[in-house]
């Protein structure tokens, strides 16, 4: 198949100063919790994305000082030239797949409490740090000698850049993690000196940094600058307005504009917040300040929105980091004409909890991000089985449309059987307020499973043991999902709550469509994540009055790994809905529930309403436990494995169910059985001496 003419346009070569990227895709930096200590990793993942067609791939940040050090996050770091070899791996694994390489210079300054390096942050004034943690550090405002230091440190980085083989070298102003957006920003800068006060001197510090990079190394690198438009707090910060301004009179001094909001949740706010292509609103207008190209996000994943962008003059190149993550191979199946076989990014910002966990990124749509080089997994292609295999998948959820999807493209013949529609969860879960973009997960392998011969989809086909074992399959994945418990157990309660005579609903029994008998509902979240969240806002907009107990200090605290806590919080009290943090549930009886502080122990009771435990779940695991006690009769039955899929092996995030799926398909014919023996891990070189014990005056050596 070839593209559709309509498209042609979003593959015209664009010239970004001394380069030119051969099409509008343009993967903007972005982080993946690898970073430095996984290096060859990441290199893989980048090169994926550049083999799938990106014109341009981009590293995450990179920490140009020790002074602007910004662990315990992992990203990576151009220090010295002992970075470059790492560096360099990934910008040749980039240019050796055919996209220019990208490298963002970074100095964290305000949000870099230097816990590794132990030097002394810097910014435009002395302050606390801007970090995640709010660590007990202070910035130390910089004085004219700093600025000139540096200046040097940004321009010999540049330089290091350069010879690690990048393309375009970016000067980093943006959300609220470059130095200059601290400079260019009026509530962090109120200074006095030419650095401070009007635009003009705000805007020195960084004008200087992208004077110094050009200066540089513009001769063969582009020079971008990746800037935030709005910093979402009013006139108090850089706000739409201002932006143009500033940007009017930086106009055409770096090679490429990269628009992006600030800080980074409301860069990337997911799809149950923000519709794609939210950002339009802050950046419409800025391409005609310039005669530079410009680039912005929107989790674009659209191509005919995508023209549309180009040929309405909003930008020049579609940037994209989590639709590149859902799918790395997204320009190419716009190329081949593959519309329908793109891998839509959901929005979850599961990815983003990488970077927040310090580990490598999961993509809830693409299971093999994180994987390329540790597990050997590529996001299109799998290899084929050696032998022809059967294989019956129970349960068509996102764990066992994954593995029937995967063991399809690896030429087994499947047989997936699924008691009612399939979809599973997603079915269930996308209709709850906010998450009907979740659905992306279930159409795209249905869509997949459409199209492949070898796997036949039953419907309203539920299985038991005896029916399995009389189908004569030789490997059987059981995916047949989990349940949520309604007893209160989960971290806070080890053991039941008594609950006599109480109107209890678990979120099963929500998502099935009953309702509470009494007007007010307890919602006791102990599970943290967005389930407790998502019932309360279906709740309150259904009339109920809604309280949320919940053992930690606010409500959804693990979405502070997606960056949506703040938005959750932010709607449930606006809709009314009552946050009792620090308690725990008690128990009911009848109507009157009573909870505790999780501190004192000290108990209230009210009166007239129904309880949504929202703690555990359970795997539904009854068919493949049977199977695997009745491991006796497989021989006669011709059964050679049966393998618990998914939640129902443990309950856990879609994004597991489908990585989970994916191993099962990778692994089912391992001969060891499926465990992650080929898991690779890069170790760190050791250093070489001298060292102390080595005997005296070794130090001196
Ligand atoms: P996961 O997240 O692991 O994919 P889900 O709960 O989303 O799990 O999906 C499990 C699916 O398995 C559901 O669609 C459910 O209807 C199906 N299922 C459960 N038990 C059986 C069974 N005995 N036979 C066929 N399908 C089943
Ligand atoms: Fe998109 Fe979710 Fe994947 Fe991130 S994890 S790229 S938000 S689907």
Redesign the pocket.
């Known amino acids: 198949m070839s593209r559709d003419p309509r498209y042609d346009i979003l593959f015209e070569p664009v010239k970004i100063g001394p380069v030119t990227t051969k099409n509008r895709f343009f993967q903007v930096p972005h982080c993946n919790g690898m970073g430095y200590r996984d290096a060859t990793a990441l290199a893989t993942m980048r090169a994926i994305k550049a083999e799938g067609g990106w014109g341009v791939v981009c590293t995450e940040q990179v920490e140009i000082h020790p002074t602007g050090d910004i662990a315990p996050f992992i990203e990576l770091r151009i220090w010295d030239d002992q970075d470059l070899p790492m560096l360099a791996r990934i910008a040749e694994a980039v240019k050796s797949k055919g996209a220019l390489a990208g490298l963002q210079l970074a100095h964290n300054s305000m949000n870099a409490p230097n816990l590794y390096s132990r030097e002394i942050p810097l910014g435009p004034m002395d302050l606390p740090v801007y970090s995640y943690f709010s660590d007990p550090v202070q910035v130390r405002g910089m004085d004219k000698e700093d600025i000139r230091n540096f200046r040097k440190w940004h321009r010999d980085a540049a330089i290091r850049a350069k010879r690690a083989g990048f393309n375009l070298i970016y000067v980093y102003a943006g959300k609220l993690f470059g130095l200059p957006m601290y400079f260019l920003s009026r509530r962090f800068n109120q200074r006095t000196d030419e650095y401070g006060g009007s635009l003009e001197n705000r805007a020195r510090f960084l004008k200087e940094l992208i004077e110094d990079t050009k200066d540089a190394v513009g001769d063969t690198c582009a020079v971008p600058c990746r800037i935030s438009v709005d910093e979402m707090v009013g006139e108090e910060g850089i706000h739409a307005a201002e932006a143009q301004d500033i940007i009017g009179h930086l106009a055409e001094l770096p090679d490429l504009w990269d628009l992006t909001l600030s800080g980074w949740e409301y860069d990337s706010q997911t799809s149950r917040f923000a519709e794609e292509g939210y950002q339009l609103p802050f950046i419409r207008g800025i391409k005609q300040l310039t005669t530079k190209p410009v680039v912005s996000v929107g989790r674009y994943t659209s191509p005919d929105l995508m023209v549309k962008l180009v040929r309405d003059g909003v930008m020049d190149l579609i940037g994209a980091a989590r639709p590149s993550i859902a799918d790395p191979y997204l320009p190419k199946k716009i190329e081949e004409g593959r519309i329908e076989d793109i891998r839509e990014c959901i929005g979850c910002n599961m990815c983003v909890a990488g970077d927040f966990t310090m580990t490598p990124s999961r993509c809830t749509q693409n299971p093999s991000f994180g994987d390329e080089w540790r597990r050997g997994w590529h996001p299109e292609t799998i290899r084929s089985v050696k032998k022809d295999a059967k294989v019956l998948v129970?349960?068509?959820?996102?764990?066992?449309?994954e593995a029937a999807m995967m063991l399809g493209r690896r030429g087994v013949e499947v047989a997936l059987?699924?008691?009612?529609e399939?979809?599973?969860?997603?079915?269930r879960e996308a209709k709850l307020p906010g998450l009907s973009a979740w659905k992306r997960v279930t159409d795209y392998r249905l869509g997949q499973l459409q199209r492949a011969t070898n796997v036949t989809l039953y419907r309203d086909?539920?299985?038991?043991a005896d029916d399995i074992m009389g189908f004569g399959f030789e490997h059987v994945a059981v995916?047949?999902?989990?349940g949520w418990r309604s007893d209160g157990v989960g971290r806070r309660l080890l053991r039941p709550a008594p609950l006599p005579g109480a109107d209890v609903l678990s979120p099963d029994d929500l998502m099935a469509g009953m309702r509470p008998k009494n007007r007010s509902v307890v919602i006791f979240d102990d599970d943290h994540y967005y389930m407790g969240g998502v019932l309360a806002e279906l709740l309150v907009k259904e009339g109920f009055e809604v309280s949320v107990v919940t053992p930690a200090a606010e409500v959804s605290t693990w979405m502070r790994m997606t960056m949506e806590q703040l938005f959750v919080q932010h709607r449930l009290v606006n809709l009314g809905v009552k946050i009792i943090s620090h308690h725990y549930l008690v128990g009911a009886d009848g109507p009157r529930v009573t909870y505790a502080c999780g501190f004192t122990g000290k108990e209230t009771t009210i009166d007239g309403c129904s309880v949504v435990p929202v703690t555990a779940r359970l795997p539904?695991n009854s068919?493949g436990r049977e199977l695997l006690a009745r491991r006796g009769e497989w021989a006669a039955a011709g059964i050679r494995s049966v393998t618990l899929?998914?939640?129902?092996l443990a309950p856990g995030t879609?994004a597991a169910?489908v990585w989970?799926?994916r191993r099962y398909a990778e692994e089912f014919d391992a001969d060891e059985g499926p465990v992650a023996k080929d898991m690779r891990r890069e170790v760190t070189g050791l250093a070489a001496g001298p060292f102390y014990w080595e005997g005296e005056g070794a130090a001196a050596k």
């Open positions: 129970v349960g068509a959820g996102p764990a066992g449309l059987a699924e008691k009612g399939p979809g599973g969860r997603v079915l086909s539920a299985l038991t995916a047949t999902g989990s539904h068919v899929v998914g939640d129902a879609i169910a989970s799926g």
